[in-house]
C-alpha cells in the first residue's frame, strides 16, 4: 500500500494555497489602486514589482543558509509568513505609494525568508520516495490559491462595488487568509528530531556560519555570476501588474480586470507539467 504524506507536507500546503489566496486578492487589484486611487504613473508600479520581486530572490541565499547552519526550520518559515501576514493591512491603511512600496517590500523579505526553509522542511518531513509529490502537492494547493484569490476579489467587487473604497474592502478581506495561514503553521506545522534528519555534517563537528566572509569567498564564481544574472532578469521582469494595467485601459470594468490573473494562473498550472 503506497505511504501517505506526512501531515506537514498538507499543512504547509493549506498555509501556502491561504497566502496565496489573500496574496492574489491584494495583487490582482493593486496595480490599479496604484494608478487610479494614489496616482501612481506605470513607472512607479514597474520599480515596485521589481524592486520587491529582487528582493525575494536575494532573501532566499541568506534564509536557505542560515537555515541549514540554525538546523531548525519552522522558526524562519513562520518568521516569513508572519511578516508577509502583518504587511497585508498595510495596503487598505496606504495613503502615499511610499506606504504600499515598503508594504511590497517587507512582504517580499517575508517571501524570501520562508521559501527555502520552506522546502527544506518538506524534505526533512518526507521518505526520498514521496518528495517529488509532496512537492508537487504544495505547488498544486499553492496554484489553487492563486486562482481563489482573483475570482474572491472579483465577486467582492461585484458585491459591494468596484471603487476605491471596494478595493480596500477586498484588501481588508485578505487578511484574514493570511492570519488563518500563520496559525496553521503553529499548530499543524511539526518539524522531525533533529536525530531524524540526515545531515551532511561529521559527527561532533561545529559548523560554521555560512554567510562569514570565509564562507561566500569559496562560492564558485558561476555561482555569483548566475546570483546576479537572475537578480537582474528579476529586475527587469515583465511583472503581470502590466497585463491588469492593460486590460483597464482596454475597458475591462475594474471589478472583472483580477480574472485576467485568474486565467493567466490557469494557463501557468496548465503548461508547468
Do not use: C
Not at 536575494?58 to 502583518?86: E, Q, T
Not at 520516495?129 to 472579483?154: F, K, M, N, Q
Not at 487568509?177 to 499543524?188: G, K, M, R
Amino acid at each position: 500500500m503506497r505511504a501517505l504524506l506526512p501531515s506537514s507536507v498538507w499543512a504547509l500546503g493549506f498555509v501556502s494555497l491561504l497566502m496565496d489566496l489573500s496574496s492574489e486578492m491584494i495583487h490582482s487589484l493593486l496595480p490599479l489602486f496604484l494608478v487610479s486611487g494614489l496616482g501612481a504613473g506605470a513607472w512607479s508600479v514597474g520599480l515596485i514589482e521589481g524592486v520587491a520581486e529582487a528582493t525575494a530572490a536575494i532573501a532566499k541565499l541568506f534564509s536557505g543558509a542560515v537555515s541549514d547552519w540554525f538546523g531548525r526550520r519552522k522558526p524562519l518559515v513562520l518568521l516569513g509568513y508572519g511578516m508577509a501576514a502583518l504587511t497585508k493591512p498595510m495596503f487598505p491603511l496606504a495613503d502615499s505609494v511610499l506606504t504600499v512600496f515598503l508594504a511590497r517590500f517587507l512582504d517580499r523579505i517575508g517571501k524570501g525568508i520562508r521559501g527555502a526553509p520552506r522546502d527544506a522542511l518538506i524534505a526533512d518531513v518526507t521518505p526520498s520516495e514521496l518528495r517529488g509529490a509532496a512537492y508537487g502537492l504544495r505547488h498544486a494547493l499553492d496554484t489553487v490559491g492563486a486562482v481563489l484569490g482573483p475570482l474572491a476579489a472579483t465577486v467582492l467587487l461585484i458585491q459591494y462595488g468596484g471603487e476605491n473604497d471596494g478595493v480596500r474592502l477586498v484588501f481588508w478581506v485578505a487578511t484574514i487568509p493570511a492570519t488563518l495561514a500563520v496559525l496553521a503553521i503553529v499548530f499543524f506545522v511539526h518539524e522531525p528530531r533533529r536525530s531524524q534528519v540526515v545531515t551532511r555534517s561529521a559527527p561532533g563537528k561545529t559548523r560554521a556560519f555560512p554567510l562569514s566572509r570565509a564562507a561566500m569567498v569559496q562560492f564558485d564564481r558561476r555561482l555569483w555570476s548566475v546570483i546576479v544574472l537572475a537578480v537582474l532578469f528579476t529586475l527587469a521582469r515583465f511583472s503581470e501588474a502590466f497585463l491588469l494595467l492593460r486590460a483597464e485601459t482596454t475597458g475591462v470594468a475594474l471589478r472583472y480586470v483580477p480574472l485576467v490573473m485568474v486565467a493567466m494562473n490557469i494557463a501557468q498550472a496548465a503548461a508547468s507539467y
